[in-house]
């Protein structure tokens, strides 16, 4: 599928629909489903994108892969893919770095624009997860894959505990992205390109982390995810698209910001009143200020790494933080807020400035601060809008060890040392 004649315009979406979910699994157990159908959600969603379509304004670029077909769509107005344009692909991998590199130049070349948004749409699991389809993928499949490098190899990361920040999941492929994946595809379409992208959006779940902000900085200006689960429904296309075409030179700043407030509109009907909603526009540039302000936190934290009273202090404070559907995921403003209002930590040099600092810092909504926008329902009031890896103890002391030697290949810990605050915080953890 090509452009007749490629036209320049403000803006170009592109939507890497990774909706090849919901296949059931033949086991020595029985028949398993792994997770929630997804293709019916993505014809869905691209019937909305069609109540605008691809305009002067917008071009709007589908990589549709369902559990039957994958299709190269370019959304146009009509009813749903009936006046589109379709190109029928052979099966892709979309939990293959080079699918979403390869879409997304393809996209850049054939709808060139002054900005560009990348929706990553499927099911997400925050950064921090194990392999999905291990217990589905026979012994012959991991072999074939880590013989056969032109695949990638989730079985490869399965075996060397690297799995972190699953999305975009293929049942067909019984594959993933992860983190490394996304550095890979993304610092691909730089070089490829020349350019960051203006908003990379996840629809998808509990992906609001400042783990994927940090990772997410080096290649796009601006990151609008949810903390909690999203509903089925996921983002509102018809009424973002409408943003777009009513305001052509909109920035990107000011996208995220319409995203967030059209999502919250979005679920405000009485009869969605039970769903959980959560959504927030990040500033990727700001992050750096953020990580130097939780190194400062667990810094004064940790130097009184010996007092009981401190730990059991900061557990307290933990335990109460906002949290979300996957218990390890807190709100880290929440988690300072609590720290800096606690007046028994004042006794600890800097500790409760440190706190205060930091919470002023993600809850505040000005330039040059990293949360633009947050939309929440009232039992997320706590929320401001970036979650972080902060569990308690109440999974098996070998499962945290491993999840914490997997999260300790985020560049996050590594650099503001949260992974110590985490294993300090957990008694059969060495924090050292």
């Known amino acids: 599928m090509t452009s007749d004649m490629p036209q320049r315009r403000p803006w170009t979406m592109m939507v ?11 086991t020595a157990a029985g028949p398993k489903k792994l997770m929630a159908e997804m293709t019916s959600a993505g014809y869905k969603d691209i019937w909305e994108m069609a109540k605008i379509g691809t305009t002067d304004a917008c071009a709007v670029v589908c990589l549709f892969d369902t559990l039957e077909e994958s299709y190269l769509v370019e959304v146009r107005r009509g009813v749903g893919m009936a006046n589109s344009r379709v190109e029928k692909l052979r099966e892709v991998n979309t939990g293959h770095p080079a699918t979403l590199r390869d879409f997304v130049l393809y996209a850049m070349t054939h709808y060139p624009a002054d900005r560009y948004a990348l929706v990553i749409w499927n099911h997400g699991t925050g950064w921090l997860d194990v392999d999905a ?4 993928r026979s012994r012959e499949e991991l072999d074939y894959k880590l013989h056969h490098p032109i695949f990638r190899t989730t079985g490869r990361k399965m075996q060397e505990g690297d799995a972190t920040r699953p999305i975009a999941f293929d049942d067909s492929c019984k594959d993933f992205l992860d983190t ?21 959006g996840m629809d998808a779940c509990l992906m609001a982390m400042i783990e994927g902000a940090h990772e997410l900085a080096p290649y796009a200006d601006y990151f609008v995810a949810s903390q909690e689960v999203e509903p089925i429904d996921g983002w509102p296309y018809t009424l973002i698209l409408q943003g777009l075409n009513d305001e052509p030179a909109m920035a990107p700043a000011a996208l995220a910001v319409r995203i967030v407030k059209d999502y919250a509109a979005a679920y405000n009907a009485a009869t969605r009143q039970d769903e959980r909603v959560t959504q927030s526009a990040v500033a990727t540039q700001a992050v750096a200020d953020t990580e130097q302000l939780v190194k400062r936190l667990v810094d004064a934290i ?16 933990r335990d109460g933080t906002q949290r979300f559907q996957d218990r390890n995921y807190r709100d880290l403003g929440d988690f300072a807020r609590r720290l800096a209002e606690d007046f028994g930590l004042s006794f600890y040099d800097g500790l409760r400035e440190a706190a205060s600092a930091l919470y002023r810092h993600l809850a505040t909504r000005e330039p040059g601060k990293p949360i633009l926008q947050v939309a929440y329902r009232p039992q997320y009031q706590a929320a401001t809008g970036l979650s972080a890896y902060l569990p308690d103890t109440g999974r098996p002391a070998q499962e945290r060890k ?17 992974d110590k605050l985490v294993a300090w915080l957990d008694p059969e953890l060495e924090w050292v």
């Open 180 to 200: 490394q994946d996304l550095r890979q595809a993304f610092s691909e379409v730089q070089a490829a390109s020349g350019r960051r992208l203006d908003l990379i």
């Open 16 to 26: 890497y629909m990774a909706g090849d979910n919901g296949k059931v699994f033949h």
């Open 302 to 317: 940790l130097a009184h790494a010996g007092d009981e009273i401190l730990r059991t202090a900061v557990r307290r404070a």
């Open 402 to 418: 491993k999840a914490l030697n997997i999260y300790r290949n985020l560049f996050f810990p590594q650099a503001t040392g949260w």
């Open 133 to 136: 389809y291990a217990a589905v």
